[in-house]
């Protein structure tokens, strides 16, 4: 499998994410940001191998010409911060964050931003061809300069959420031992918010749970928590920007929160991904808003914001991205204090959800396959689609964006292949229990006869 993904590059540190690889990534990157400008900032998680890697990255970017501005481990939300502010007269012209994100401990990565831009797709595969061809990079020495950028993004939120002083609400949350812990809990206690935490202080090897919140199961001890001591509850994975939101009633998905986000905006533009409820998209649509289905991925969604000028997007895993006040990235923290807004606007949370059409959804169904054979899969099953047995629900609509998402009267079905893992991933939503379910049937028998025709073709 090659470290070189789609939304960014991510492998096994000391076997895929060497002294070799990563001073030639740095190089190779500097060569990409150099019509930019000559300073790129860097951060990390808090993986016990991500100052190794960034001594390694360093030492590359320097080579090719980068000055790096190094702001030590913070959340990635911070890294992004990064290129829209200026340090002692200087402002980034690129940004790295050294993350392996919600990936087990032994894994690490690179998210890239160059020109306020994420670098990702076929522009990660082709540094990636170039860095296998190229001959070792001659040894320069070392040099970062330091920024703390991570009091500059607190002073920010804190500044930004001064409104937010005295609120009542009883607010828990669970960092999950990643890097969120460096941020929330200062910007709570500035703001003097009754907070209680859990799992706060960073710590790679992830002791106490996995730190993706996406995951029910990673959610116990935090669901203990709000039962006993919360009215209000946040989780957020490994580098902070997804997160959880939890109610007294309800786990309020990614496309959820952006119905909730939405309502204190004026006829906004959303985007969501494909995996997220059609209750999201025809309820914006009823309240004025202009809501986009686009392709899964946060670099994706990044990349459309702009395009569209969306104030607004999501992903149902708990990526939100504002660009109405905000920059236009993921920021878990950042959510955060916007969820906290609306509840000090007067917004009753579960009363806003309990007001939705009822829907019966599956969560993220994995399918596996292998990396070579999942999109020749997904190939497969849209020319099966085309003339499906005559006991399969009727079809109203195939959307293409990202996958297949196949309309039927009463829901969809979801299938794509994962840019990231060997899998694809499958969803299903419907107006009914059954006929979710019945969609599910219809779909994954679709996508075993798609296999054994692969297999008889081979």
Request: net charge negative; hydrophobic share 40%; glycine share 8%.
């Amino acid at each position: 499998m090659s470290i070189y993904r789609e939304y960014d590059i991510r492998g096994i540190y000391e076997k895929e994410l060497n002294e070799e690889t990563i001073t030639r990534l740095g190089y190779a990157l500097a060569e990409e940001m150099r019509e930019f400008g000559e300073y790129v900032a860097v951060g990390y998680d808090a993986r016990s191998h991500s100052p190794i890697l960034f001594e390694y990255l360093a030492a590359g970017l320097n080579a090719g010409g980068m000055k790096v501005l190094g702001m030590g481990m913070v959340p990635t939300p911070v890294n992004y911060f990064c290129n829209y502010q200026e340090f002692d007269g200087v402002t980034p012209c690129a940004s790295v964050m050294i993350t392996g994100s919600h990936n087990p401990s032994e894994y690490n990565g690179f998210k890239i931003t160059i020109n306020k831009a994420p670098f990702f797709g076929e522009q990660i595969y082709a540094l990636g061809r170039k860095i296998d061809a190229m001959e070792s990079q001659a040894k320069v020495e070392r040099q970062v300069i330091e920024i703390d950028a991570l009091s500059r993004y607190k002073r920010f939120m804190v500044e930004s959420f001064g409104h937010l002083r005295g609120m009542d609400q009883r607010i828990v949350y669970d960092c999950g031992n990643g890097v969120a812990g460096l941020a929330v809990e200062d910007i709570f206690n500035e703001l003097g918010l009754k907070t209680k935490g859990i799992y706060v202080d960073p710590d790679g090897t992830f002791p106490n749970h996995h730190p993706d919140p996406s995951e029910e199961h990673n959610l116990e001890d935090i669901k203990k928590l709000l039962a006993s001591e919360g009215d209000i509850a946040f989780a957020y994975d490994g580098d902070a920007d997804r997160i959880a939101v939890l109610t007294p009633n309800n786990n309020i998905k990614g496309d959820m929160m952006a119905l909730l986000f939405a309502l204190k905006m004026k006829n906004p533009t959303v985007i969501g991904e494909v995996k997220c409820s059609q209750v999201m998209y025809d309820t914006l649509r009823e309240r004025g808003a202009t809501a986009v289905m686009y392709k899964t991925g946060h670099s994706n969604l990044k990349v459309k914001m702009k395009e569209l000028h969306a104030d607004l997007a999501c992903e149902v895993s708990g990526h939100v991205f504002f660009a109405d006040r905000y920059f236009g990235y993921d920021d878990a923290i950042y959510a955060t204090l916007r969820m906290l807004e609306l509840i000090h606007e007067g917004v009753d949370l579960d009363a806003e959800i309990a007001k939705l059409p009822k829907v019966f959804s599956t969560e993220e169904i994995k399918v596996k396959t292998t990396e070579k054979e999942k999109f020749p899969l997904m190939a497969k099953l849209k020319e099966l689609l085309q003339t499906p047995p005559s006991s399969f629900p009727t079809i109203k609509e195939i959307i293409d964006v990202d996958g297949v998402r196949v309309i039927f009267d009463k829901g969809w079905g979801l299938v794509r292949a994962s840019n990231t893992t060997p899998v694809l991933v499958t969803r299903f939503e419907s107006t009914e229990q059954a006929e979710a379910l019945r969609y599910e049937e219809a779909l994954n028998a679709l996508i075993q006869e798609a296999h054994n025709q692969l297999k008889g073709d081979a």
